[in-house]
């Protein structure tokens, strides 16, 4: 601590920091599902290097959950989505008490899916 303090005496400098509040516009953030376009191609699942996106069949809907405890936030999800499903912001803050929380669930029905072209 003392060391901190000479260096302060010696160069008359303290050295502030200063919160990001925004991040730059090419900043790769949190994918999101942006709409219910979802076909269920699974095109994002397999595309996935971290494999945080993951498909759930149920008796007459999917669900896609998104799990940001394993995503590394590449952005490959969103490239490959036909339906632009899945969209990157710019949000970086995703600190959270609850890891529950990291994880966002989708729901597409069957019907929407064969209304799309595509058999489940």
Known sequence: MFDIIKKIWKTKTVTKTELLTEAPERFRGK??????ECTGCQACTTACPAKAITFQQNDDAIT??????????????AEVCETNAIHITNEYRLA????????VNKQATFAKLLTAGKEV
Do not use: A, D, W
């Open 31 to 36: 994918p999101i599902f942006g709409s219910n």
């Open 64 to 77: 896609v959950s998104l799990s940001y405890t394993t995503c590394i936030f590449c952005g490959i999800c």
């Open 96 to 103: 959270t008490k609850n890891k529950n929380e990291l994880t």
